[in-house]
């Protein structure tokens, strides 16, 4: 049953076939375990960033921890939807507000995340090869703190206005993620074109030759100076890059390659049916980018042994008071009994 002859006041209870074999039940019950691993890692790894001072202060893991917030607000809002609708067949709540709400959060959280990480891919260099552009306060908040700002701010205004934009009357089908709608403002191929360039072609290559780059980078100087250039201090934030990066470019890049293709003549019939899946697997991204960022963390075994440690003997001190209240009556009992003999 196609989406052009169902009426948004649809109640009936099917599921909408959109090309992909896995069966809705699969996906949900995948999602689902996705989900809960994935906001668990969230949460512990931001927990590190926030609370280990050294972590905390580290200009390079600021990006990361603001991504990191993205996907908690996606695994929060947008994908329960999804798996809601994967379960029962329709949206969970059936008004058009829900759903440009619900199609807010997946447009804001997922832009806002490429385009943070195609920032990364920049500053990376900066502060590996040009650590004086951050060497004062005005430097860091220039270079370092507006642009994340600008960035969330940009997803947030951008998407919180031309998302209520429905002048062309756009209809709204329950059974279909974000009930198939779209801003009108989409119908522009200036906006839709801008769109494509400035988050997809932008951010591909960003991130995509802004790590390759900035390996060959740091091997040609460290040949050229035939010394180690502080590789010890750098390891890990390049290795924090490529982890987040490869991430992107397996699930984000080709899907961005084969529209470029669309676009420059290939007919659409090519790929299509790894479009289709990409878009569901695009979750993904969201749900695997808190395992890249546990991988980099110093040290990872002893602070989860720790993390282990301390819920033991907080359970020890609060078994030992209550065992130790139970025995003080019988103590008292016997030094009684002594008492009384003597």
Not at 96 to 114: A, G, L, V
Not at 173 to 200: D, H, K, Q, R
Not at 206 to 218: D, E, K, N, P, Y
Request: aromatic letters at 18%; proline letters at 4%; charged letters at 10%.
């Amino acid at each position: 049953m196609s989406a052009s002859n169902i009426s948004s006041s649809n109640t009936m209870k099917f599921f909408f076939d959109d090309g992909i074999a896995i069966p809705y039940i699969v996906r949900f019950w995948v999602f689902l375990v996705s989900n809960i691993l994935s906001f668990i890692c969230c949460l512990f790894v931001l927990y590190q960033f926030l609370f280990d001072s050294n972590l905390r202060h580290g200009l390079h893991n600021h990006v990361m921890i603001i991504v990191l917030f993205m996907c908690l607000i996606a695994e929060l809002t947008t994908v329960p939807c999804i798996m809601y609708l994967a379960f029962y067949g329709v949206a969970w709540i059936q008004t058009p507000t829900f759903c440009m709400i619900w199609k807010f959060f997946d447009s804001t959280t997922y832009s806002t995340t490429i385009k943070l990480v195609a920032w990364a891919s920049i500053e990376r260099h900066i502060l590996i090869f040009h650590d004086q552009w951050v060497s004062t306060k005005k430097k860091r908040f220039f270079i370092h703190y507006f642009p994340l700002i600008f960035i969330v701010l940009y997803g947030v205004v951008v998407y919180g206005t031309i998302t209520p934009m429905n002048g062309c009357n756009r209809p709204f089908y329950y059974f279909i993620p974000f009930c198939n709608y779209s801003s009108c403002v989409y119908n522009s191929l200036a906006f839709t074109l801008y769109e494509y360039l400035t988050g997809g072609v932008l951010c591909s290559v960003l991130i995509g030759f802004g790590s390759t780059f900035l390996v060959l980078r740091v091997m040609l100087q460290k040949r050229r100076l035939q010394q180690q250039i502080q590789w010890r201090k750098h390891r890990k934030m390049i290795l924090q890059l490529l982890s987040v990066s490869s991430l992107f470019i397996v699930l984000y890049l080709p899907p961005i390659i084969l529209a470029t293709a669309y676009r420059l003549g290939v007919p659409t019939s090519v790929g299509a049916q790894f479009i289709t899946y990409s878009r569901l697997f695009s979750y993904y991204i969201q749900f695997l980018f808190p395992f890249t960022c546990l991988s980099t963390i110093p040290e990872l075994g002893t602070r989860i042994k720790n993390i282990f440690r301390c819920r033991w003997r907080q359970q020890t001190n609060a078994v030992l008071p209550q065992q130790w209240a139970a025995r003080v009556p019988v103590v008292n009992r016997i030094n009684k009994q002594k008492t009384t003999t003597m």
